[in-house]
């Protein structure tokens, strides 16, 4: 398994790297179809059993804004390496936990350190040839999303196979041999900015968000687009144990093989990316965000609606996430982790906001007011985009001055 193909990257290591970032985000998000089952196993109710949601979407946004910058300072594989294995060992925690309590805070150190799929995702969009960048981060992504998407299926047919305990063993055993295979096959890769003290690092990244006008526009539109999608995926399970469906926990994790029809168009926002469309594919993403909450709503009482909103809206999130960090990573090479960084952050903290907004509008407004709230989310990814599109046009020569200028507070301490 090569790491470079004529400037690029071999087909095996873009796959290995691809299902590495899925497994890594899978485990945030095992719990979801489990939800109730967990709730009944360890005596609480639906409303702290949904915290487990949220401790994996702080753990994972903090995890970003403190660990992923580290890309740019020390060498990659051994940080990739690292956080993989550090999350085998918090997985095995889980596993084994005896109380909600220690399930609750093995949770939010594993989504901590799964932020390695963040950290292999630029690694690849360096390794990538330039034209095929788009190409390559949307085939990692498609990886990172159908990791998402697919745990909640797997989670519900292992949990059907033995227990929920089942599924935080199997995926500690994965976890532990990805990080065996990253560093078996992923080439040694320096960070650019060697020399720099950890805390400048971080403020570093935070100044990130003063400079570039762009990561602020695409983090508000992110965060809105992930917080929509928690909200959609947090209140699904709640929909779906109860009439008119009262589905089993297996049946729930199959809608994970639902979203990930959507997850697999992220290789052709890449390649749409990489041929100039990437605005189209923006703006064309928080419209279908919008559009779909009116077949979701729907869906509380027609499976067949249901399953064709749950399509678009992954489909919208995918293309809106996917397009966003095309821009951000062509601002500043030497600077890509922690734009990542910063980017991701805030998008995670919208996921964290999302989950925690739909289990209380779920107690007081059923499906109902989790579909306002979701379509009213998404309402906000297209002001935010059309803000930006009407900023950078009447701002074009100082936009254009700041993607090539690198202010010296971001190049040192």
């Not at 949601?53 to 403190?66: N, S």
């Not at 935080?168 to 320096?190: D, E, I, K, S």
């Not at 990244?205 to 695409?218: H, S």
């Not at 209380?360 to 990814?381: D, E, F, K, P, R």
């Amino acid at each position: 398994m090569r790491p470079h193909t004529d400037g690029g990257l071999s087909r095996g290591l873009l796959l290995l790297m691809s299902v590495a970032t899925g497994l890594a985000v899978a485990g945030n998000y095992f719990a979801q179809p489990l939800l109730d089952v967990i709730g009944r196993k360890l005596g609480i109710g639906p409303s702290s059993a949904a915290l487990l949601v949220t401790a994996a979407q702080v753990g994972y946004a903090l995890g970003l804004i403190l660990l992923v910058p580290l890309g740019d300072l020390m060498e990659r594989r051994r940080l990739a390496v690292s956080l993989y294995a550090a999350t085998a060992v918090f997985l095995l925690v889980s596993a084994i936990a005896p109380s909600s309590t220690v399930l609750l805070a093995s949770t939010a150190l594993t989504a901590l350190t799964s932020v390695g799929a963040q950290v292999v995702v630029p690694f690849a969009a360096t390794l990538a040839a330039p034209a095929e960048r788009g190409r390559v981060v949307g085939t990692v992504m498609t990886g990172l999303m159908l990791g998402l998407l697919l745990a909640r299926t797997a989670s519900g047919a292992l949990s059907e196979l033995g227990g929920w305990r089942t599924v935080y063993w199997v995926n500690a055993a994965l976890m532990a041999l990805m990080a065996m295979l990253l560093r078996t096959f992923l080439p040694r890769l320096g960070g650019d900015g060697e020399g720099r003290s950890y805390p400048g690092l971080l403020r570093s990244t935070i100044a990130m968000f003063r400079y570039e006008p762009l990561l602020r526009w695409r983090a508000g539109i992110g965060a809105l687009s992930l917080a929509s999608f928690s909200v959609l995926w947090t209140a699904l399970t709640f929909l779906l144990v109860r009439p008119p469906y009262g589905w089993s926990e297996s049946a729930i994790g199959l809608f994970g093989l639902v979203g990930a029809v959507g997850a697999l168009t992220a290789t052709v926002a890449g390649r749409l990316a990489d041929r100039g469309y990437v605005q189209l594919v923006s703006g064309a993403g928080t419209v279908l965000l919008v559009a779909s909450w009116a077949a979701i709503a729907a869906g509380g009482r027609s499976l067949a609606l249901l399953l064709a909103g749950v399509i678009v809206l992954d489909l919208a999130h995918q293309a809106v996430l996917n397009s966003s960090q095309n821009v951000l990573y062509a601002l500043r090479p030497e600077a890509r982790n922690r734009i990542n960084s910063a980017f991701m952050t805030t998008l995670f903290v919208g996921g964290a906001v999302g989950s925690a907004l739909a289990s209380v509008v779920w107690v007081h407004g059923g499906w109902t007011g989790v579909c306002v709230l979701g379509a009213t989310l998404s309402a906000g990814t297209v002001v935010l985009w059309v803000l930006e599109r009407i900023t950078v046009t009447r701002a074009a020569p100082d936009v254009a001055r700041d993607l090539v200028r690198v202010p010296a507070t971001t190049k040192g301490e």
